[in-house]
């Protein structure tokens, strides 16, 4: 895939790479502008863009009204190595420092001691907001704090009451903007279990889910622009959008693998064939599976009953939860009017994971050691079972050559050569091996008709092949 800044996956750190998410920073800007600034809880699925959203607040420093000096204090959880209680309000009381001084405010107090006890590190921090409230009060302080789930069950109990306590004591000058994967009341649960924390109620949330329609399709653009290749046609847009939903994660890897194969393939698909390769290639993406597998994972199974039931065309189930599953977790879609799963690729694999998971509760679990399939080259197609699968011409050209040597190890560079020809990197090999993986194995992930040697190449197994192979498990491959 392409190295370009603006297709990766990491969160965005400059106003340069990040796109769209109006929406969310007019509903920040609202909360925090106000005379006395509201706490917010941004509440997002995994990879949705928390933290590239939670950054753009930090650079822009959203909801600063006019003639005030901001400190913003940002906090990323997932770097630091101590969470502890005593270490997170050293650390918060550091991160103010250096915000204080950053906007030309001088804070008073020393820094707190690495062996300091916890409450001797919370009230370093109380210390420092009490002079900034009384010596500064045309400040607005606000700590950003992503991953807040990362700190339970280190900060206590007692750690949430005393950071609900710097939010009501210094409420005109003062105020958190929290990111997390579930609702803060939610989050903070297993610190409740006799008493239920009281910080969540000065929270207001908002649900951070897809991109608009708007914002998909200019993401798309922004980032074929980025890569300096022409405009991608309706066609091609649509298929990035359909394959990927409006998730930014998801837009950005398919737009990699798009850009890839026009670069690598081009000349050698049709356009038909372009966008069937760019489908197989996002869906076989192991951060692209395990992204579609986390999500549903994350579901209850009343939410997992009608997912799948979105995805098969017939949405059942309860309405009002079918609403939550489109309108806040941004899982579900409207397309031509009726619900759908927000990418084709989690409908895809979504439907596989039920049908292996419904397999093995049926217990079938003794099919042969190599999957019958009849292949047709006329048609240059696959069926396996019920399901007929069309090979591209490059794909079609692979799986003859294999055909041609059964049960024999052909390495890449055979491959490449007799395939493809000059002028192609070896990379385009195995993305086709996946792809061909996808169309005659039964589950690609644990294949048994195209096998890997580890350090030779690839061997296409016939069903009658029952002697001792050098072949090992390809999951990896």
Not at 181 to 193: I, K, N, Y
Not at 422 to 439: H, P
Request: charged share 25%; aromatic share 6%.
């Amino acid at each position: 895939m392409t190295d370009n800044t603006f297709l990766s996956r990491e969160p965005v750190w400059t106003d340069t790479h990040f796109y769209g998410r109006s929406g969310a920073l007019t509903w920040l800007a609202s909360q925090l502008g106000r005379e006395i600034p509201q706490n917010c809880n941004i509440v997002g699925e995994p990879r949705i863009g928390k933290t590239s959203l939670l950054h753009a607040v930090y650079r822009r420093q959203i909801g600063l009204p006019a003639g005030l000096t901001g400190i913003y204090a940002w906090v990323r959880l997932i770097e630091w190595a101590d969470r502890g209680p005593a270490a997170f309000w050293a650390q918060l009381q550091g991160r103010l420092i250096e915000a204080a001084a950053r906007a030309g405010v001088a804070p008073a107090g020393a820094p707190a001691k690495s062996e300091d006890l916890a409450w001797q590190t919370y009230r370093a921090v109380e210390n420092l907001l009490e002079h900034l409230q009384t010596a500064q009060p045309r400040t607005r302080v606000i700590v950003l704090i992503d991953d807040f789930e990362l700190l339970i069950p280190g900060i206590t109990a007692q750690g949430l009451d005393w950071l609900r306590a710097l939010a009501t004591r210094f409420a005109s000058i003062f105020a958190l903007v929290i990111t997390s994967t579930d609702p803060l009341g939610q989050v903070c649960r297993p610190l409740g279990a006799e008493q239920v924390s009281p910080l969540p109620n000065i929270f207001a949330t908002h649900y951070l889910g897809l991109l608009t329609e708007e914002e998909a399709v200019g993401l798309i653009q922004a980032a074929v622009k980025a890569e300096g290749q022409l405009p991608l046609s309706s066609a091609l847009v649509q298929l990035i959008r359909h394959e990927t939903g409006r998730h930014p994660d998801l837009l950005k890897l398919g737009c990699s693998y798009l850009l890839q194969a026009q670069a690598e393939e081009g000349d050698v698909l049709d356009s038909d064939e372009l966008m069937e390769a760019v489908r197989s290639d996002f869906r076989y993406d192991a951060h692209a599976r395990w992204l579609c597998e986390r999500l549903y994972a994350r579901r209850t199974d009343e939410e997992r009953a009608i997912l799948a039931s979105v995805g098969s065309g017939v949405p059942s189930g309860d309405p009002i939860l079918l609403r939550r599953l489109e309108r806040k977790l941004g899982l579900v879609e409207l397309r031509e009017g009726q619900p759908a799963l927000f990418a084709d690729a989690c409908r895809y694999w979504i439907a596989r994971h039920r049908s292996i998971a419904s397999s093995a509760a049926n217990d079938v679990r003794n099919a042969p050691a190599t999957p019958a399939y009849h292949y047709q080259p006329e048609l240059r197609e696959v069926r396996l079972g019920e399901q007929s699968r069309r090979l591209t011409a490059v794909e079609d050209r692979l799986f003859q050559y294999l055909l041609s040597r059964p049960n024999q190890v052909c390495t890449p560079q055979e491959l490449l050569e007799h395939v493809w020809g000059v002028g192609r990197t070896l990379s385009v090999v195995e993305k086709t091996i996946n792809r061909l993986r996808d169309k005659v194995e039964e589950d690609p992930g644990r294949p048994r008709v195209i096998l890997s040697a580890r350090g030779e190449g690839y061997m296409l197994r016939t069903p009658d092949e029952t002697g001792p192979s050098p072949i090992t498990d390809p999951a990896g491959a």
